[in-house]
């Protein structure tokens, strides 16, 4: 009877460590997954990050370039305010063709 309780005490805890190593394993494999899901989650967030940084260089360089231009064309026109008025309407009038444009091509109600 002893041989048999000892036996299978053995077994349990052979099992048991079986059990161990199996969850020992399987939380290698996710850490790994995690750490891979992780880089590649860095990665995209520099891109985007790059990507918005540059937007917005370009939108401040847009910007002074039109404050640069109206304050020319109010030299040229010897007035304070017909160079920013050019500039306001040339934008506006380059802006609403690009909406239109916009609203053709990708309409959206598309049924």
């Known amino acids: 009877m002893r041989f048999k309780l000892r036996k299978l005490l053995l077994r349990l805890i052979g099992f048991e460590l079986l059990l161990k190593e199996m969850t020992r394993l399987l939380h290698r494999g996710m850490d790994s997954i995690k750490e891979e899901v992780n880089q590649k989650l860095r990665a995209l967030l ?25 304050l020319y064309l109010n030299e040229v026109f010897y007035s304070a305010y017909q160079g ?28």
């Open 46 to 70: 520099l891109q985007g990050l790059l990507l918005l940084l540059l937007i917005g260089l370009l939108g401040l360089a847009f910007v002074f370039g039109m404050l640069a231009l109206a």
């Open 84 to 111: 920013f008025l050019v500039v306001a309407g040339g934008c506006l009038g380059l802006a609403i063709p690009l909406l239109i444009l916009i609203k053709v091509r990708w309409p959206k109600n598309s049924s």
